[in-house]
């Protein structure tokens, strides 16, 4: 009987010896990971399944996103991602979000798709003065950001998690602006799609936004302020060229391509 017993044991311990070095095989093929980060992917990803099984229909590089984004904490970034997971089920329950369910926003025609910068992240163009809040459209906007970031992230070529957004404040003006919808938002990028954004350009910066952005500064997180990049008038061709060939800027902006609409792309 214990001999048995040792048996199943031994047995049991080649199981999951097979199973670790399987896991360790996997995330050895992500491109950009020290072995530290590696294992890190390895422990959450392990955690994370035990507390929600759908865990293992996300890929590795995913996990670490989430990671990233939470300095390789593993335990907060596992909270995080399972949050992500709840907020997933709950908001988008059949998976993706259609045109139809975001008329409003789409009719006013504020965001729009084109080209790649140099280091092949797709480019994401957005006019906030084309934005008009209006009573009880606060869902549809975050399902309208989500749908927009679906959209830009599904552009990425392989080997690419992120995207360079241009925000044109040309013509923006208070009645633009909803506090909710602003924080509504940022919280969908940070929480939800972490460590997708790779550059923001902020351009046609009028005086009184500046007010606004006082206020909603504290809501971004520090990895996202060191992305975001306020272009000055005088600059704007220039310093757009310096992260974008020509070919693939927006013709609005001195470049080759027409904007393409975001429900298009």
């Avoid at 995330?27 to 992917?41: D, F, R, T």
């Avoid at 007010?211 to 005088?234: G, Q, R, S, Y």
Wanted: charge should be neutral.
């Amino acid at each position: 009987m214990e001999q048995r017993e040792e048996v199943s044991l031994n047995k049991t311990e080649s199981e999951e010896t097979a199973k670790e070095a399987t896991a360790k095989r996997s995330v050895e093929c992500i491109n950009g990971s020290n072995n530290a980060e590696l294992n890190k992917i390895i422990l959450m990803r392990a955690f994370v399944e035990q507390q929600d099984p759908s865990s293992k229909d996300v890929d590795d590089y995913m996990i670490r996103r989430f990671l990233r984004a939470r300095d390789l904490d593993i335990e907060k970034a596992s909270n995080m991602f399972l949050k992500y997971l709840k907020w997933k089920q709950i908001f988008t329950p059949t998976g993706s979000i259609t045109a139809s369910e975001i008329a409003t926003d789409i009719e006013q025609k504020k965001m729009f798709t084109q080209g790649s910068d140099k280091t092949g992240r797709p480019i994401l163009v957005v006019f906030p003065g084309r934005h008009f809040p209006r009573k009880g459209g606060l869902e549809e906007f975050k399902r309208f950001v989500v749908f927009s970031l679906d959209k830009v992230c599904s552009r990425m070529p392989e080997g690419q998690e992120k995207f360079a957004l241009i925000a044109d404040l040309e013509g923006w003006r208070h009645t633009n602006s909803d506090l909710h919808e602003c924080v509504g938002a940022l919280n969908i990028l940070q929480d939800y799609y972490p460590e997708r954004l790779g550059k923001l350009f902020i351009i046609h910066v009028p005086v009184i936004f500046m007010a606004v952005w006082k206020v909603v500064c504290p809501f971004i997180d520090n990895n996202t302020k060191k992305k975001i990049i306020f272009v000055k008038n005088k600059k704007l061709k220039s310093t757009l060229l310096e992260a974008i060939e020509e070919s693939q800027l927006p013709e609005i902006y001195g470049g080759k391509l027409p904007l393409l609409p975001v429900q298009d792309s």
